[in-house]
């Protein structure tokens, strides 16, 4: 496994201004076309509010960006556990992006398997092979270690072929859309953005190559960074630090 680069922020304001800046240095960004995919949570709330904001928003080339979503929950754009609802209020209904560079899962929907199918077409449309060549791919990683909706013990985990998939997930009795490992490995960079001393023992197992996590298959990528603030870096040793 290629070793993934990590770089830790001082506190959670830091990483999400460490996180803009990597969005917007991300190489791709300045060559046409950007297709990067976002997810939900809380942690990456504040870099959608910084990139949207006075001091970000004109370094953006917006024209260029399509924005996906990693993964979505089963519910309509307007309820408030919605991924698209988040990032519309916070980045995308802020931005001049085009309505047709936005491409949203259709989580309301009744048959979320043609839901799913429908988007990994509208994702295969928008690049021009057939592999979904995701410029970026802004992860998270929950206190279970699962990314985007790829949880343990799910279905979801043995998919080879699709790239987007409706995920049922027993522990929370619900299904959720999402990119699959075949999706996120075709993409040109994985980035993990993870806060918090809570989250610092599951960033350890991650990056130690724990095979029970699905975050891990993931942070396998070859072109995969961590983004942390100290809290979620603190169980590293020092040579993920660089100290
Ligand atoms: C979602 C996700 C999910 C998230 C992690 C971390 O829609 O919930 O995309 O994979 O990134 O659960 O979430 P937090 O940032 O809230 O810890």
Same mark, same amino acid.
């Given at each position: 496994m290629t070793k993934p680069t990590v770089v830790v922020a001082p506190d959670e304001a830091a990483l999400a201004r460490l996180a803009a800046d990597y969005v917007l240095h991300v190489p791709g960004q300045r060559e046409g076309t950007f297709r990067?995919?976002? $997810? +939900? +949570?809380?942690?990456?709330? $504040?870099?959608?509010?910084?990139?949207?904001? /006075?001091?970000? @928003? $004109?370094?953006?080339?917006?024209?260029?960006?399509?924005?996906?979503?990693?993964?979505? @929950?089963?519910?309509? =754009?307007?309820?408030?556990?919605?991924?698209?609802?988040? !990032? /519309?209020?916070? !980045? #995308?209904?802020?931005?001049? #992006?085009?309505?047709? @560079?936005v491409h949203r899962m259709r989580g309301e929907a009744e048959d979320l398997a043609s839901a799913a199918e429908d988007y990994e077409r509208e994702l295969a449309g928008s690049c021009s092979a057939r592999?979904? $060549?995701?410029? #970026?791919?802004? !992860?998270?990683? +929950?206190?279970?270690g699962h990314t985007a909706s790829l949880f343990s013990g799910t279905e979801g985990l043995r998919e080879e072929e699709r790239w987007v998939i409706a995920n049922y997930v027993p522990k929370l009795g619900a299904h @959720?859309?999402? !990119?699959?490992?075949?999706?996120l490995a075709a993409s040109r960079r994985v980035a993990f953005l993870v806060a918090g001393e809570g989250k610092a023992e599951v960033v350890r197992r991650v990056l130690a190559g724990d095979?029970? #996590?699905? =975050?891990?298959?993931? =942070?396998?990528?070859p072109r995969a960074t961590f983004l942390l603030d100290r809290g979620a870096a603190s169980a590293l040793g020092a040579e993920w630090r660089g100290v």
């Amino acid at each position: 496994m290629t070793k993934p680069t990590v770089v830790v922020a001082p506190d959670e304001a830091a990483l999400a201004r460490l996180a803009a800046d990597y969005v917007l240095h991300v190489p791709g960004q300045r060559e046409g076309t950007f297709r990067v995919a976002l $997810s +939900g +949570g809380r942690t990456p709330r $504040s870099l959608y509010e910084l990139l949207a904001s /006075d001091g970000y @928003r $004109s370094a953006v080339r917006w024209t260029d960006w399509h924005v996906f979503f990693a993964d979505e @929950r089963a519910v309509p =754009a307007d309820h408030p556990d919605s991924n698209f609802g988040m !990032l /519309d209020e916070l !980045l #995308l209904s802020r931005a001049p #992006l085009p309505p047709d @560079r936005v491409h949203r899962m259709r989580g309301e929907a009744e048959d979320l398997a043609s839901a799913a199918e429908d988007y990994e077409r509208e994702l295969a449309g928008s690049c021009s092979a057939r592999t979904p $060549s995701l410029d #970026l791919v802004l !992860l998270g990683i +929950g206190d279970d270690g699962h990314t985007a909706s790829l949880f343990s013990g799910t279905e979801g985990l043995r998919e080879e072929e699709r790239w987007v998939i409706a995920n049922y997930v027993p522990k929370l009795g619900a299904h @959720r859309l999402t !990119l699959t490992y075949p999706a996120l490995a075709a993409s040109r960079r994985v980035a993990f953005l993870v806060a918090g001393e809570g989250k610092a023992e599951v960033v350890r197992r991650v990056l130690a190559g724990d095979g029970e #996590l699905p =975050a891990t298959k993931a =942070a396998a990528h070859p072109r995969a960074t961590f983004l942390l603030d100290r809290g979620a870096a603190s169980a590293l040793g020092a040579e993920w630090r660089g100290v």
